[in-house]
């Protein structure tokens, strides 16, 4: 106990800015544990919202779920709220006076502490807080960790000033992924434009199930199948449903096998082209391969390969309209958790429009995809400079 605490302290030390002068957050703030009410004091309408921990939690405000008629622990409109327990260091600001459970605590600045500074402080504490945690199943922190949490004891004015440089950045993200969503329900338009509603058909297309138009490639089964002491830091990709996100691969945490064991797989092997599709968990997730490095499917996606005959960004806006999703819900079969078989992707119906009219629609697609390509960049960038500045006040 005495070690992890002096580690955190270690830490802190490391963290603070020449010339600033520090004090512990309890000094500054009022540190309110939640505490759970009974449960039969649950309800719809009547009472306090009542938040119990992270579950609760939105983008900045929290969602709510339940109301308590009998609350024991209350938090007002623009307290910090914070996780402390599985799992720590989720950050959210109440919008409205509310009942708070065990799983969150309530941080109120007094007047010379914004809410929003000591939101973004938090934010960059996560690391520190999480690293002093206790308990075996499930990490928790105590308000003894929150109270000797070193803050920047700086005036209002550089307080206002350093929310004021974040929040501009935050905004402007924001914006920026707006502008992202905006593409895509653009690219949906342009599609139903052309091709119609593929559920009622309207304009009379031919349809094909996707097997006929798309070759179906299942990932290697057999005794050569990579486990987790297969994996290396550098190699070739290892592609599960966790690594699909937005229509893309991601090689965040990425796992790695090495070339002989890659030579060893007899199946699942992708190239530039092939769509994943995910056949486990998150139904329907799909990412398109737009590299040419090598690399292998687990066995919960399934590699869709285009034929000649059919235009693979046809394909991909077809599988995110609701025709799809409709029969992806009726082949689903599984149990506890969702489950499709190859076989059941394959035998769904697709329209299958003139070649000539799928590349028009995929021409349009290549030019919002280079519009999307560049606000991701900057996204990037801005994201960057928002950390170097949360790490200039706070790292």
Wanted: glycine content about 8%; overall charge positive; proline content about 3%.
């Amino acid at each position: 106990m005495a070690e992890r605490e002096q580690q955190g302290r270690n830490y802190e030390v490391k963290s603070m800015k020449q010339n600033w002068t520090y004090k512990k957050l309890g000094e500054v703030a009022t540190i309110t544990m939640g505490q759970s009410p009974s449960s039969d004091t649950y309800n719809k309408s009547v009472g306090l919202p009542f938040f119990q921990g992270n579950a609760d939690f939105g983008k900045v405000h929290p969602n709510v779920r339940i109301y308590c008629n009998a609350p024991i622990r209350i938090a007002d409109s623009g307290d910090v709220l914070i996780s402390v327990r599985a799992p720590i260091g989720a950050i959210n600001i109440a919008d409205r006076k509310c009942c708070i459970g065990r799983g969150l605590a309530a941080i109120r600045g007094n007047k010379k502490n914004q809410s929003r500074f000591i939101y973004y402080l938090l934010l960059a504490s996560k690391d520190k807080l999480v690293a002093q945690g206790t308990g075996s199943t499930f990490k928790s922190i105590g308000k003894d960790t929150l109270y000797n949490l070193l803050i920047p004891f700086v005036s209002l004015s550089t307080q206002s000033r350093i929310v004021s440089e974040l929040d501009l950045l935050q905004s402007l993200i924001d914006k920026q992924k707006a502008q992202l969503k905006e593409l895509d329900t653009l690219a949906q338009s342009i599609f139903y434009d052309m091709f119609g509603d593929p559920v009622e058909n309207e304009k009379g297309w031919e349809v094909k199930k996707l097997g006929e138009v798309c070759k179906f490639v299942n990932g290697d089964r057999g005794k050569n199948y990579p486990s987790v002491k297969d994996f290396i830091e550098e190699g070739f990709p290892f592609i599960n449903a966790g690594h699909l996100l937005n229509g893309k691969v991601d090689f965040t945490e990425m796992n790695y096998i090495s070339e002989e064991k890659y030579n060893l797989l007899n199946a699942g092997k992708i190239q530039n082209g092939d769509i994943l599709f995910c056949l486990r968990g998150s139904l329907g997730k799909y990412a398109k391969i737009d590299f040419d490095t090598k690399g292998a499917i687990a066995s919960s996606l399934v590699i869709i390969r285009c034929k000649e005959c059919i235009n693979l960004d046809f394909v991909i806006a077809d599988l995110n309209t609701p025709a799809i999703k409709s029969q992806i819900q009726k082949a689903n079969n599984g149990s506890s958790q969702p489950n499709l078989s190859a076989k059941s992707v394959a035998g769904f119906s697709i329209l299958f429009p003139p070649i000539s009219l799928q590349q028009e629609f995929a021409s349009k697609i290549e030019m919002i995809e280079r519009q999307k390509s560049a606000i991701s960049q900057s996204i990037a960038e801005t994201q960057k400079l928002f950390d170097y500045t949360m790490d200039k006040y706070f790292g």
